[in-house]
């Protein structure tokens, strides 16, 4: 049984750091990639970040520069560190696995909130 659990939410003013993990069990880790997608109240998911097996990563536009996303496979856990956090950074993020670069996301942990108060 796949699981994903995320830890690492929290209250932070802005200007703050916060840095969420995610660890996995019942997959093969290493070959999964892994994402980080946030949802505000009243807006569609997003992508945030994504690592592939190999490390690379892709950001969305708004969290480049600020975001960072990283893997320890010997630990099965991804990670996103959150500098400079803004108040629109606040949602519920969600880590997430994908069997491949291109494919959808398939296995989805519970969520942990995230609030910037201003």
């Known amino acids: 049984q796949v699981q994903l659990a995320e830890s690492g939410g929290g209250l932070v003013q802005a200007g703050g750091s916060l840095r969420l993990s995610c660890a996995a069990s019942g997959l093969f880790f290493r070959v999964m990639t892994m994402g980080w997608f946030r949802q505000a109240p009243g807006k569609q998911r997003e992508l945030a970040a994504g690592?592939?097996?190999?490390?690379?990563?892709n950001y969305a536009h708004s969290v480049k520069g600020r975001f960072t996303i990283s893997r320890d496979n010997g630990k099965n856990t991804v990670y996103l560190q959150m500098n400079s956090l803004k108040p629109e950074d606040t949602a519920v993020y969600f880590c997430?696995?994908?069997?491949?670069?291109?494919?959808?996301?398939?296995?989805w942990g519970q969520g942990t909130q995230v609030t910037v108060s201003s």
């Open positions: 690592i592939t097996p190999d490390g690379s990563t």
């Open positions: 997430a696995a994908s069997t491949g670069a291109t494919r959808p996301y398939n296995y």
